[in-house]
């Protein structure tokens, strides 16, 4: 009986030596991809990280490396077995990495962004549907993260890539350039694309909104502001709102250029004016 004891207990002791060893073989899987990745073999980083998920399944940050690794190699619009294949492998790891924790901001980024770029080279009634998962994403991340600045923005932009479409059909219909002056004449054409597409201009203006809040130079949300007033002007019942939102869009757009020019200039220049890159 006790010589039953010591050899359990050696197996014992054994198993967790085992597992150590197997641990340790993890991590030097893991800082192998780690170099692979840095250095761009995207390929050969993702084989590294299945071989430390393998040794140790806990690991915490293969699963999410992995993933990011697949992500990588991932090409936005390219619609080839192998580019899908990527796209799958990795929305499939994140959902993993969020099955252990829901509030792992880098997987809900991820995944945010992927639907977001899928949905670039999707026809009109693909594109809707795929932009409604990022939302999705999105806004788990601002419940993760309230200060999610570029979460709040490409709302905003999702906003705008469902309504613009609209309004350029209806002008094109109206014998009306883009750059025509608004309002729409044609009240009825007017009143439906309003019923229809109000609350998403609204929705576009609070996110870029937020976005602005948190970054008071996020000129890219200021050029999306100037698009949205500019737009919802040709929505206007009478000539004095319409004059109302196109001079808040000019503002928004004069912002934007002006703190594109603050930001030029504070990169350091060499002595030939040019921009030198710091590496960061």
């Known amino acids: 009986m006790r010589t039953s004891h010591i050899a359990l207990a050696l197996v014992a002791g054994a198993l967790v030596f085992l597992s150590g060893c197997d641990k340790l073989k993890s991590r030097d899987q893991l800082n192998q991809g780690v170099e692979a990745f840095r250095a761009a073999h995207f390929d050969q980083a993702a084989e590294h990280f299945k071989q430390a998920i393998a040794l140790d399944p806990n690991n915490p940050y293969a699963r999410e490396y992995l993933a990011t690794s697949y992500m990588s190699q991932w090409i936005p619009g390219a619609d080839s077995p192998e580019n899908n294949e990527m796209a799958r492998q990795a929305k499939e790891q994140f959902l993993l990495v969020l ?12 995944l945010a962004s992927l639907n977001y770029n899928a949905a670039g080279s999707l026809p009109p009634d693909q594109k809707a549907a795929q932009f409604d998962e990022a939302v999705k994403w999105y806004k788990r991340l601002i419940e993760v993260d309230p200060n999610a600045k570029d979460a709040y923005y490409t709302l905003g932009v999702i906003d705008w890539n469902k309504w613009y479409p ?15 002056p608004g309002p729409i004449k044609d009240k009825k054409v007017r009143e439906e694309l309003k019923e229809k597409y109000s609350p998403i201009i609204e929705d576009g203006i609070q996110n870029l909104g937020k976005a602005l809040d948190i970054d008071k130079e996020y000129d890219d949300a200021m050029a999306y502001l100037n698009l949205l007033y500019r737009e919802r002007a040709d929505l206007a019942d009478n000539q004095d709102d319409y004059n109302r939102d196109i001079k808040t869009a000019d503002q928004y757009l004069d912002q934007s250029m002006n703190t594109k020019k603050i930001k030029a200039a504070r990169q350091p220049q060499n002595a030939g004016g040019i921009v030198q890159d710091s590496g960061k």
């Open 166 to 180: 609209a309004l350029m059909t209806a002008k094109a219909e109206l014998h009306m350039k883009p750059e025509d």
């Open 99 to 110: 099955e252990k924790d829901p509030k792992d901001k880098t997987a809900l980024a991820y």
